[in-house]
């Protein structure tokens, strides 16, 4: 039952005497407080089993001049300073959505939420769940038939159960099954992922008991067979003690010896960064990871925030259970509480800054997150160049990049997610898929159109990864608007008489819906600001959006999968701002059935036009499986720019010094090129490409 | 007048002892031979301007043996040696066309070509025709009428005069001219192109005289003002002495302590290159620049030849001279010719080498060409990663790449061309245009939608660069296949109850012809040997394309444009190989018509299916000019890449050692970050990712 409690809590005191930013997640102090908080609104003993525990953001319309007056060094005003969490009364469906105002500590919300609304996994509790199923005495029997060998060790994957509408109300988990190398059933790394058994136990999450042992099909059709004894294939490692591993790669350093070119300035839970002309405020909670606020170039406004915002994965085999594996992977888990510790040296390159942070735990305490981000540069070429053919002369400049990198793990699959940085005033979104395809048994022989065999008995069904980034843009103000550039071919006439010419063609978006990229008109969608011109041109301010094409959810409109993965069925969807809209799948995602997020969101059908809107960008890859992705994928990288369009007077990187090889360092490795030419072009301020006169 | 000349020679010797491959590019002293042959076929005292000298590569009927026997270490089998050159009697429009044989010094073939084939531009041409018009009496007095301020340098950039059936026989070149800075006229890199001047004149290359002085529309339609006083407008500079340099940018330095983990086999004009699996050879050549031949992965056959075909560039604006604007930048230039030195240090970052060449000139003699190709390694990040969340143990490799590059300056545009390979088993073409945009005069106020003011006084008018990537493949063996995959929903039936399965669909090409990618069934073509399987999964070894989508050309199909642009109407043309048909827009591309290219050698319906085919893959930009794009343009990137599906048994990056930060040596940049829990977990043999047990 809810409780509107008026319950007052000591106010939290900071470990930094700097103010608290109204947008910075909220510190450990913090999080420990809203917990106490809600569990001071109840029966004390009441066993409450926190599933978030997190900044809720305050108002724009608070926000806004808090950020003026501190980008103008004038006095802050006060902002609200409140915390959203998720719990249940342990052990039981309760599942509750609550608000407390951290600075008065009064409960501002605290309702029981609707008997189909559950909440994401968390790790406390997949790891109780996998013992669970092992120790079950039913799936005990199961496994027995097996007729596994001798101290096989059987591992359990527990997968979010997914939505069919078939008796699945109540909150469950999909167990898959598969083992270790018989052989080597020590190897606590051993890639289990090679030898997938046929039986899946349910487990519900109310009693935390296996209700059900499902069976999977392994053949052509949706054949159950009886569990057998099982044919036992050969392991597919992926630790490097199982490789023979390449002894010819020398080392490559990446090295600063004036350190980096990046500032950080932590303010608490928060970080301000400062890079060539940029400046942002990361922040980083348990369901997006990374958060980039109060984003600036050159001190002219860019994004207020911008997050990845859900992904979906749907799969094609369209048997029981598969048909219900769709997994959200920010709603049903959460980008930050999946985030690895990033190691020195192992996952960054180079000059490394990382930030830290701090979540919540099931018990209302604090688990830090150590690594979670790392900060760095890196080469990426040239940025432009020009050589003047008539003397010879070649200006060069170098294309640096800030990286923000974190990566997060998904029971089997990983992504490596980067904001990216250069110095022409472009942004990038980066996702690389890696990590470990999931997997189901397969009979020998066997050759379906949904999947790929990817090793003896092992079978990779295709599935659809669809990101969406959400973008709340601020592009010199608040009044903007979306418009997207066609090109198109002129007819023949007078004006064109051969056939030649074509012309650019604007259309202004007026209202919340989604919309497509359409390369056969090179559709081009940008943000742009009406109230803000090009000194040079009197074009308007505007930044474009380039995202890759992709095919959109496969699942028909019918499907739950269509229903709930809202944002699966556009490059595009755009709506009018309303605080508190943030995740495009809906808040609540965990065997959803749909209707509360962006495509929701958009059927209000709001005027977005030279006003406050969001832009959600989805990009995607149809994932058919081949060997090479097995036992573990190379990187699969999709990439998502913003870049400026009559936003400057010029090239924002023309003046990016000129590449020297005084300042670059590059060796030559071949001793047959004396190069005097070369020499005799290095002036005498240690430039070089400067003509020999 | 043709003559078939049995004129002998002595046999070329080689400065290297080492027999001459039958794919590297003509020496120094074939390309002379080559000339003398030719010469020595006609009158003495007879000028030719050569306007190509260069292999003609032997049949690949010849060439495969002799690599069997090459990679079997078994005798060399003899195969010809034969050149190509292309010469004009000078001050004529006689332009023939010759082979010669280098073993024998027999001329095989040389003919005069047709009234209508004219050659590529060259340097020598160009520079004399800059000259010509600036000296020209009428051109002076067009000039004079501008009222240019005492002392100004006008400049003029001599353009290929393309085609458009309007007295158009005749070589000629359409010159467009501009000035430096007039307040600073002795800057010879001053940005000529931020002041377009609005006269043309026109040059026959037979007489070399101007022979008309077109005058450029700058308003919004056709209409054409008597010159008059030009008004000035500010300069717009890009050399680093007229920035405000930035200051707070670090260096970055790439170092190998061990070295590179690449070799270099230069055996005389080719080299073989080794890294990381892959070997093949790198030529170069006058049109195509850099030529990869013999690519294998593992010593198996990948490709046999990959080179940029051509490319072209066609302009929007419909008005008298501009709607000629459409640039082959090898065919009418050549992408070996116009490339770049890239000096140490400013174009290529890290442990460099570089590779040289020898073209030759326009009078039979030889022109050195140093540093054209830059070859070094690069990190690119994460390669793979998983980390068993119940154990926490990473396990994580490094990207490491190899990259050649080559640079060419066509006059205003500079195109940065790269190869590039990774331990993936997969190779990438990348492609940056950068540069500056080619402009013309524009008044005050005028807006046109088929360009840009990008400076006062400056319209930059959109175009299309579309690129031709030349694919010949040798996979495992020369029976290949091109198919293409689609991902298609299921429809709604007992199999597919939730409507959430999809399945692929695999359609073989059976005929030479254009086709298209279509992101809606996620179409993705694949390079096939059916005679090989994959050892786990039966499928047939294959290499998948990735090319990005775009708008394909939008001159109409009446248009010269699109008659000569052969391969700008498809994502993809498969022909059956056919000796010397190298390049899409045809071998004469200077005021061509049409009809000898890809989209004629397609036309021809062959069987593909199972046999020799070449594949071109097409990529483009429409670009759609901003303010930022001037003076110099941020690069543009494109890239297709290749990478291979069920060609190996399992990732074929597996085997690379883990990233470790010992090998990696990644400097912490915080103090706060003692870190004590990852110097714990690096182990003995100074791997990192290992957990504390």
Request: net charge negative; aromatic share 10%; charged share 25%.
């Amino acid at each position: 039952m809810s409780a509107e409690t008026v319950a007052t809590f000591p106010t939290a005191r900071l470990a930094k005497s700097v103010a608290t930013h109204p947008l910075a997640p909220l510190s450990a102090t913090e999080l420990a407080s809203a917990a106490a908080i809600i569990k001071a609104s109840w029966p004390a003993h009441t066993d409450l089993y926190f599933k978030a525990v997190t900044l809720e953001e305050p108002p724009k319309s608070e926000v806004l001049p808090y950020l003026e007056a501190e980008h103008n060094g004038q006095s802050l005003p006060p902002v609200s300073r409140r915390a959203f969490i998720n719990y249940y009364i342990r052990n039981t469906s309760k599942f509750h959505e609550a608000i407390v105002d951290l600075n008065t500590g009064r409960v501002l919300r605290n309702v029981l939420l609707g008997a189909s609304v559950h909440a994401n996994g968390d790790g406390e509790e997949i790891v109780a769940i996998e013992k669970l199923v092992l120790d079950d005495p039913g799936v005990k029997a199961e496994i027995a038939k097996l007729q596994l060998p001798e101290g096989t060790v059987v591992i359990s994957d527990p997968w979010i159960y997914g939505s069919d509408g078939v008796q699945d109300e109540d909150r469950m988990y999909q167990c898959f099954l598969y083992m270790r190398d018989p052989l080597n059933p020590s190897e606590a790394d051993s890639n289990h992922y090679a030898l997938p058994l046929p039986i899946s136990p349910v487990v519900s999450t109310e009693t935390m008991k296996v209700i059900r042992i499902d069976l999977l099909p392994t053949g052509v059709d949706h054949t159950i067979k009886p569990t057998e004894p099982y044919k036992i294939r050969p392991p597919n490692e992926y630790i490097p003690e199982h490789q023979t591993l390449r002894t010819d790669l020398k080392p490559l350093n990446v090295v600063q010896p004036e350190g980096a070119s990046f500032q950080v300035a932590q303010e608490g839970t928060s970080s301000v960064l400062s890079w060539q002309k940029w400046k942002f405020r990361v922040g980083f909670n348990q369901r997006e990871g990374m958060v980039l606020y109060d984003v600036r170039y050159d001190n002219r406004s860019l994004f207020y925030r911008l997050s990845l915002s859900d992904m979906n994965i749907p799969y094609a085999d369209p048997r029981h259970p598969y048909h219900k594996k769709s997994a959200f992977d920010l709603g049903d888990a959460g980008a930050g509480i999946m985030a690895n510790n990033l190691k020195l040296g192992c996952d960054c390159l180079g000059s490394i800054y990382y930030l830290d942070a701090v979540l919540s735990d099931d018990k209302g305490g604090v688990i830090p997150m150590d690594n979670v981000v790392c900060i760095h540069e890196q080469d990426a070429g040239i940025g432009w160049k020009h050589t003047n053919y008539r003397t010879g002369r070649a200006a060069v400049v170098r294309s640096r990049e800030l990286v923000l990198q974190s990566i997060i793990t998904v029971s089997n699959y990983e992504y490596i997610l980067a904001f990216i940085f250069n110095q022409a005033g472009a942004m990038e979104y980066e996702i690389r898929a890696t990590g470990i395809l999931s997997t189901q048994p397969v009979d020998d022989g066997v050759d379906v159109p949904f999947g790929t065999v990817v090793h003896p008995g092992v079978l990779a069904v295709h599935h659809q990864h669809i990101f969406s980034l959400r973008v709340d843009p601020f592009l010199e103000g608040g009044d903007n608007r979306l418009v997207y550039d066609e090109a198109f071919a002129m007819p023949r006439s007078d004006f064109n008489p051969h056939g030649t010419g074509y012309f650019v063609k604007e259309t202004v978006i007026e209202e919340s819906g989604g919309y497509d990229t359409d390369y056969e008109a090179n559709r081009t969608f940008k943000i742009q600001n009406m109230n803000v011109r090009n000194p040079i041109n009197g074009k308007p301010v505007a930044y474009k959006i380039q995202a890759p094409p992709f095919q959109k959810m496969l699942s028909d409109k019918d499907s739950f999968n269509y229903k709930r993965a809202e944002f699966s069925d556009h490059n595009i969807y755009v709506v009018k701002y309303r605080d508190d809209e943030l995740y495009a799948g809906g808040k609540y995602t965990n065997q959803s059935r749909g209707g509360t997020g962006v495509r929701a969101w958009a059927d209000r059908k709001e005027n977005v036009k030279d006003t406050d809107f969001v832009v959600f960008v989805q990009a995607g890859i149809n994932h058919i499986p081949r060997i090479e992705d097995f036992p573990v994928m190379p990187c699969e990288i999709l990439k998502i720019h913003f870049k400026p369009v009559n936003f400057f007077d010029k090239n924002p990187a023309l003046d990016v010094p000129p590449s020297e090889q005084s300042f670059n360092k590059s060796v030559l490795m071949s001793e047959q090129h004396h190069q005097p030419t070369v020499e005799a072009m290095i002036g005498q301020d240690g430039s070089c490409c400067v003509p020999k006169l």
